[in-house]
């Protein structure tokens, strides 16, 4: 891989998300080369972020362009399913921001789609590479919690005012369970498959009729309920994991502290990067006592690592097409929910429920 040309790589979209997460990203892992810019943003402001970027405006244009190898997708969440379509029809391989797609029938279209032109297709769920879930996940993997019962996982800002964006308009795929909700429930999914059924509440606390901006879901397991939620009327006091199993109890007080530092400037790699200085506590169950865990060093880079791996063959795509049409199922089956007013099972066919279990085999974490 040494020797291998840099993957010429496009961003369409270039708002809070392109800007901040994918480019730094991009541009801090080699084997990477940040072609294009596909953005309706002035040039200066683009090229004040990444100046060796041509920039175009035409989204689709970006999306089928002879010179780029990856198409990186951080547009509005209804164009995700088109662009990547075109992206992959014109031999791409393609990388959509969360969520995946809008609905579950355009995540199985572009996953054929990937399937069809043998090209990868990933979804950038860097959450996977939290410090918080990464210190659970090997918390779990250590087994001295025990079987979980119980799994609580939330995401809380404290945003008063709404701001002027599609993410907070009652537009298709807005608001906070497409948004937070498609990563905590990859994470759920990542640490117990796939639930038997779903039961979601969602509401616009702040104004009624926007997009929602709280919600709490339910996923059941066997022996198991995993509760996820997030709002953004929440100015403390929750935590940010809280498990309990048969023989110890852990909580995670606070959120990663990755996206503050890219906001705040800071480049991956620098002295620092991803340092969680949380610690976690385990509460023994028979004893009572409590215990500090030293938190995980998170990195976001290990995504971008995992997609130029599995493009040259060396590793397996680090978010497959089979684990992100899960997700969707799951965010699927929560809509139905809040419009139906019940419990409502996992919309999965039996091949897609293989699928799944086979690429979560495939690309299982080892134990820390």
Known sequence: MADAPPIRTAIIGF????RTFHAPLIRAVPGFALTLIGSSRPVEEVHEAAPEARVVSDPLAAATDP?????VIASPNQSHAALAEAALGAGKHVV???PFTVTLSEARRVAAAAERAGRLVSVFQNRRWDSDFLTVEAALASGRLGTIVEYDSRIDRYRPVPQDRWREKPVPGSGLWFDLGSHLVDQTLRLFGLPQSVTLLTASHRSPGSAPDWFHAILTYPGLHAILGAGVLV???SARFALHGTEASLVKGRIDVQEAQL???MLPGDLDWGIDLDNAT??????????????ADGDYRRYYEGVRDAIHGLAPNPVPPAEAVAVMAVIAAGEDSVAIGRTMPLPLTGAEIAAY???KRQTASPPA
């Open 67 to 71: 010179e780029v190898d990856l198409v």
């Open 263 to 265: 906001r705040a400037g």
């Open 235 to 237: 100015s403390g006091g």
């Open 282 to 295: 385990i509460f023994d169950g028979a004893t009572g006592e409590a215990e500090l865990l030293t938190a």
């Open 96 to 98: 959509v921001d969360k």
């Open 15 to 18: 708002g809070y998300v392109g």
């Open 357 to 359: 279990e086979a690429v």
